[in-house]
Structures are given as structure tokens and as C-alpha cells.
């Protein structure tokens, strides 16, 4: 044998050795990783069905699109009804153990309580190891824990200030930048013109919610699955709702009930002159102020200090329920109908109007030059990514946050608008909210 055959010999030997060695030195998890995958695939060649529960518009465009990529796989999208009225369903399904979808549409702040209820599936062996780096960390942390990945972000709701720069301008106003501004605003606005207000009052525990997000609040940890710390009552929450509160007694804000058609067509009048609201408050306000259209702007949500911060409003994901019999084709839908990069871009467009939480379309060229005629051709998804990156990190939610609205409405909004004590009012939600705890088995912190 030649000195060159030789060498080939040896080299292939060496390889051969190196790549068995390779293979042999492969870690559990890389194992494990590659079982999933066969899992996946061959769940995604298996003729199945699954039921997808959604309210969302435009949400069978990404199911048709998955079905187009594995046709083995037919979805049924329901549309049971949105928010409580999908949740009481998904209850009622968990506590008779049927009837219920492969996966569903969950808001994240209803993660919590379905993860109680062990509901949630944990999807974490069957979606890309980089699952979690495609979405900016406040996102992943909500979906996340320690042990596992319980649903799929869909959209979130960055907030921000929506308002008349026509009206602003003509009185000589800029934007608010801080709160106190806001204020001062109210009252020039207002005073000027007594049938307009800067805004309404924040007649929603949602869109308070986000505020008191805003301003430092941190009102929820779970301790362990059966304690959590509970603080609704720190310094944040009382000086945000004083905030309100004043502005009401002061008569400088109405007190309308929002989601009626009175308060869509208040903004279509000029009663109300701006809203701290998400980012899909741009649809609701495109839709409601028709004749108004070209004089809306978007601007930061007002500071309490002199550091740039939002808080989040809304969002959904698609979440896998823990008695499907298709675990892995379930996750493989919710993690594509998602972040595809086809689906997830599709989510931003008409008719959902989401706004999205994948990175990639967040920084998309296509996404970020949206300039609606509406808002003067002011690019408002680029602003509204812009206040996506300073949403407060580490915020949690309650395992029963249905809950803690509805007391946020019977003590601390029925305070504001009869112009009580606040703090007192807020005192009284978090006695409130921590019986309910108690009474539900949970150990309760107040640290």
C-alpha cells in the first residue's frame, strides 16, 4: 500500500473515530433534543386533527398556511367567544375533563390561572431549542418558568399616548412627557373648552392595570405553587391611583363607561383629546374617530420621572391544553401559527392588527414603515416597538387575576368615582384580594 493510501486509511479512520466519538459524546439533552424532533416530525406526517379555539380575526389565514405546509394535519378553528367567555369554557372542559380544544387562545394574564388549574401542557420538549431568545425576555418570563414553556406569545400591548395633535397644537400643548404635565394639561384643555377633556377616566382594571405596571408596581410572586406574596397596596399603586382620582374630583376627566358606543363616539366628537392605551388601541381609535382621521399621533406614555417606561395592556398567546392527545403536532401548530416568519408577520396585518412579539418582525423593515394615513403618516409601529423596549421587566401575575380585577372595580374604581379616600380604597383591595387568596388554600405573603 502506498504512503498516500495509507494516509487516506488513517484519515478515514481518524474521521470515522471522530465522528463515533461525536455521537457517542453527545449530551442527554442533545439526545433528548433529537428524540423530540422525530416526535415532531413524525407528528406532523400522522394524519390528525386538532381543535384550535380562537377569537382572534384573521387567525384561520395562519392555520391555512400550516395546513398548506403539513398536510396530514387539519385544524378546526372555533371561535367559542373571547376572553371570560372562552375561559369559563376551558374551566368547565378541565373540571369535566372534556371537551376541550387541542389548543387555545389564553391571554397572558390568564397563563397563571390555568397552570393552577393544571391545564397547561408543557410544550418546552417540542418547540426550537432558541424558543424562548425570539422574543424580548419580558415576554419569555410570562411563558416560562424553571421547569417548562406553557404557551406560545402571540401579541402583547405596549402602551403609549394616542392623541389629537391638532387640538394639542392649537392650544399650544405639546405631547405630555411626564404625568404632571398631563395634569397641568387637563385642566388648560378643559378650561378652554367644556366639552373637551384630555381624556376619561380609566374606566378598565386592564388598562389601569398597565399603568400601575408603568409606574414600578410589582403586585404578584409566587412563592411555590401553593404561596404567594401579595403587595396591591405598595407607593407605586397609591400615587397613580391619587393621580386619577384628582383629576376626577377636579372635574377635569368624565367618569364614561368604556366598550360602548357612546365612548367610541366620544373620540369621534373631540370629547376626548388622548388615550394611554396598547398598541391596538390604533386600530380601536382608527375605527372609532373616522371623521378625525390625520390629526392622531402617537407619543410615549407620560413618566413619573425622567426615565423613558411603559407598561403592557393586553396580549395573547396560543397555549397547548395539558388533555390533548396530540401533544406534539398541538405544540408544533401554536409554535408555527406564531413565529413562522409568514404567519407571524400575517398577524400584523389586516384584519388582526397585532402587534407582534417575535424580534424578527418587531425589527422588520415591512412592519416598522407601517405609516398609517390615519395618524398623519407618522410611522406609530415604529414609535410603539420603541415603547415595547422599555416595558417594566419581572412582572407577574396572580393565579386568579380575574379576580383581582373585579375587586380593582368594586373597591378602588367605585372610590375614584364617588371621589373617596384612594388610599384607603386601594388598602381595602389588597385586604380584599388577600382574603380571597386565603379562602382559595393559597399561604399569602405581604412583603
Do not use: C
Request: proline letters at 5%.
Amino acid at each position: 500500500m502506498s504512503s498516500m493510501k495509507k494516509r487516506g486509511v488513517v484519515l478515514a479512520v481518524v474521521s470515522t473515530l471522530a465522528a463515533s466519538t461525536a455521537i457517542l459524546g453527545l449530551s442527554t439533552q442533545q439526545a433528548q433534543a433529537a428524540a423530540q424532533n422525530a416526535a415532531v416530525t413524525k407528528a406532523l406526517n400522522t394524519p390528525t386533527t386538532l381543535t384550535f379555539w380562537s377569537w382572534l380575526p384573521g387567525q384561520q389565514n395562519e392555520v391555512n398556511l400550516f395546513q398548506a405546509t403539513y398536510p396530514k394535519i387539519k385544524v378546526k378553528l372555533v371561535n367559542v367567544g373571547s376572553g371570560g367567555t372562552e375561559y369559563n369554557k376551558i374551566k368547565a372542559g378541565l373540571a369535566a375533563k372534556s371537551g376541550l380544544p387541542d389548543v387555545a387562545q389564553v391571554e397572558f394574564q390568564y397563563l397563571p390561572t390555568f397552570k393552577v388549574l393544571n391545564g397547561l401542557a408543557n410544550i418546552k420538549p417540542y418547540v426550537a431549542s432558541d424558543f424562548l431568545t425570539k422574543f424580548p425576555q419580558w415576554i419569555s418570563d410570562q411563558v416560562s418558568d424553571a421547569k417548562g414553556i406553557y404557551a406560545v406569545p402571540q401579541d402583547s400591548g405596549p402602551m403609549g399616548l394616542l392623541y389629537r395633535s391638532d387640538v394639542f397644537t392649537k392650544l399650544g400643548l405639546a405631547a405630555p412627557k411626564t404625568w404632571a404635565e398631563f395634569a397641568t394639561d387637563a385642566a388648560k384643555i378643559h378650561s378652554a373648552d367644556a366639552s373637551q377633556y384630555i381624556s376619561n377616566m380609566v374606566m378598565d382594571s386592564g388598562n389601569m392595570n398597565g399603568l400601575y405596571w408603568q409606574a414600578g408596581a410589582r403586585p404578584f410572586h409566587m412563592n411555590s405553587a401553593t404561596s404567594i406574596n401579595i403587595k396591591l397596596n405598595d407607593s407605586a399603586t397609591k400615587q397613580v391611583t391619587k393621580f386619577w382620582g384628582d383629576l376626577v374630583a377636579a372635574g377635569n376627566l368624565p367618569v364614561d363607561p368604556y366598550w360602548t358606543s357612546d365612548w367610541n363616539a366620544a373620540f369621534n366628537k373631540g370629547k376626548y383629546l388622548s388615550w394611554p392605551s396598547a398598541s391596538w388601541g390604533l386600530g380601536t381609535v382608527t375605527s372609532a374617530a373616522a371623521d378625525t382621521s390625520g390629526n392622531w399621533r402617537a407619543a410615549p406614555l407620560p413618566t413619573w420621572g425622567s426615565t423613558p417606561v411603559s407598561g403592557s395592556w393586553g396580549g395573547s398567546t396560543v397555549a397547548v391544553m395539558s388533555t390533548t392527545k396530540n401533544l406534539a403536532a398541538a405544540a408544533a401548530l401554536a409554535e408555527f401559527v406564531n413565529t413562522n416568519p409568514t404567519a407571524a408577520f400575517a398577524l400584523t396585518q389586516a384584519p388582526t392588527f397585532d402587534f407582534p412579539v417575535m424580534k424578527s418582525v418587531l425589527g422588520s423593515d415591512g412592519f416598522l414603515a407601517t405609516a398609517p394615513a390615519f395618524y398623519g403618516g407618522q410611522k406609530v409601529y415604529q414609535a410603539y416597538s420603541a415603547y415595547n423596549n422599555t416595558v417594566g421587566k419581572n412582572y407577574e401575575w396572580s393565579p386568579f387575576q380575574d379576580q383581582v380585577y373585579t375587586l380593582w372595580t368594586n373597591d378602588v374604581l367605585d372610590a375614584i368615582l364617588k371621589k373617596g379616600d384612594t388610599a384607603a380604597a386601594v388598602e381595602k383591595w389588597q385586604a380584599d384580594t388577600v382574603k380571597y387568596a386565603k379562602d382559595q388554600g393559597y399561604t399569602v405573603t405581604t412583603k
